[in-house]
């Protein structure tokens, strides 16, 4: 029986629904597809991003590997050489152990040695333990004649006191001896001089102190009213110690006090040139007045002066147009506060007479 008339329509209307539930199932199969591919093409980014990664780090490996096989070449070779300067260092420590072996071959002879030397060095310990054993018997002996020794010189040390002291008393007397006989052989003797009687009295003394050598050409004046004698210069003769020339030419001043009879020498007095043959005049009662004489090579016409409260030289200033030449040997006196100046040998070896 044919179908009715809403059969078909409801027929026709059935297929479509569906084909439009296919084309939604077909475009619900696309979106998913869609999304497959999406997500697929993101895992293939990420595996393709993970394999440029792994290359990289393949690429790093490969580099490292490669310096990690440099790396163990030069280890390789350090390790060869230093095998090398082992086995060497190792052939000379056998060759040392050989070597100290002879060592203590023949250190172990030596020491045999030593030991049949100190068994001769026993044998003669115990002999020189015999010799000191008679040492001590010696000392003891040498201690004894020692005590008896010390006796003996302090004994000895008394009698030489005792002597020093008996000669010291003798010589004590003797000097007192001297002066006496000194004081003794003086004389007071009644003589006519210069036509008037005078009494003159002659004494001695022993003079102390620092005595002047021997000399001649030199002055002597009293001072101070005659307390003070001045001994100047002069020429050194007989066994003083002067060599030649003018080293024997003294230069020194000496003053004796004739109230101690002691000769003194100032140590500040010495004057800077030798000089002999000169003459000297007393001025005041404490200054000396010196000309010419021969100093170095010749005469000359010096004037210096000494003064005995100073006991220092100074050089007076001469005034006037002329003064007296050079000359030696010349005589002097003086008036109160002049000096007179009478002939002398000029320097080319001439006698004079004039008076100044």
Known sequence: MPPKKDDKKKAGTGDVDLVHQELRNLERAKNDMQVEQAFVMDKFRQMRSDNDRLKDELNAFNKRLGNATEDFKDIWEHRKEQIKAEEEKLLSMQQYIERLDAEIARHLEEIRKLQADNKIKEKKLDDASELLKDRETLEEEVRKRHDLIEKQSEELRALRKQLEERDAALEKASATIEELTLTASGTTEMRI???????VQVSHARLKGEVP???DHNTLAALCG???LVLY???LHG?????SGNNCISSDVSVLNTDTATWERPTNARTAYPSHGHSCA???RTKMLTFGGTKGDGPTADVAMFNTDT???MVPQVKGPDVPT????QAVTSIREKMFVFGGTSAGGELTNDLW
Do not use: Y
């Open 193 to 199: 001089l210069f036509d008037e009687p005078w009494l």
């Open 226 to 228: 005659g307390k003070l």
């Open 311 to 313: 006991m220092k030289w």
């Open 233 to 235: 210069a002069g020429a």
């Open 282 to 284: 007393v001025v005041g």
């Open 326 to 329: 050079a000359r030696t040997g």
């Open 239 to 243: 066994n003083n110690p002067a060599p």
């Open 213 to 215: 050598l021997d000399r």
